[in-house]
């Protein structure tokens, strides 16, 4: 139980469009999510956290209109890196959490993001 | 705010042996809860261990258990009998509310 599906797991995009990746809870309801980036040789660090039908909560220092996080129901999150630019390549990450707070985060299997 | 601390980037054992892996956590909340992710070279990143900051017992999963030392914000993972497929990056993450703050991180390496 607890699977997290991530789609698509690489992408590589040419500067300036956007991509969309999507993030699902395939045995459970999430009610909350959570997108994480991660730098090579790195921890995880926090984007934001989303509940379903609620607005985004973003992190300090992330900028809500470049990554924008729609959770339109409990089993789906989606990030969508707008423009994207090379410095935006990196590996995200995103994670479910089916009860309330302090409940374990399951994790997605993760998406490389490559900016040409 | 939180901090988590693991202070040893990289470790080694021998197949079969048991290894210790340290982290040390700084905060102000009287409830929370610690976790171990695995994060093989994959990058999946896999629960191996939960553990109530309430709960005085030791959290135990099968080859894997915690020393979690309240007092001293201390909560190491021992692996016993380390097996090839243990070679990961391990992460020690602090949980208060929906937050969850992560260490660095220790890359392990088995080796046969």
């Known amino acids: 139980g607890a699977v997290v599906s991530q789609h698509p797991s690489r992408v590589i995009c040419k500067s300036g469009t956007s991509v969309k990746i999507e993030c699902r809870s395939l045995d459970f309801q999430a009610t909350t999510m959570f997108w994480y980036r991660q730098f090579p040789k790195q921890s995880l660090m926090l984007m934001a956290t989303s509940n379903e039908g609620s607005k985004a909560t973003y992190e300090q220092g992330v900028e809500k209109d470049k990554f924008l996080i729609n959770h339109a129901s409990l089993t789906l999150s989606t990030l969508t890196v707008t423009s994207a630019h090379p410095e935006d390549s990196s590996f995200y990450i995103c994670?479910?959490?089916?009860?309330?707070?302090?409940?374990?985060?399951?994790f997605g299997p993760g998406t490389r993001l490559t900016v040409l | 705010a939180q901090t988590v601390t693991q202070s040893q980037p990289e470790m080694s054992v021998q197949e079969a042996e048991t290894v210790t892996l340290s982290c040390t956590y700084d905060t102000s909340e009287s409830n929370y809860y610690l976790f171990w992710y695995k994060q093989p070279p994959s990058r999946q990143m896999i629960l191996v261990i939960r553990?109530?900051?309430?709960?005085?017992q030791n959290a135990t999963e099968n080859r894997f258990s915690v020393n979690f030392q309240k007092a001293a914000k201390s909560f190491s993972l021992k692996i016993s009998d380390s097996q090839l497929g243990d070679t990961a990056m391990y992460f020690c993450?602090?949980?208060?509310?929906?937050?969850?703050?992560f260490g660095g991180g220790t890359r392990l390496m088995v080796k046969p």
């Open positions: 553990q109530e900051a309430y709960k005085q």
């Open positions: 993450a602090f949980g208060a509310g929906n937050m969850l703050t």
């Open positions: 994670s479910a959490q089916e009860g309330p707070s302090g409940d374990t985060q399951y």
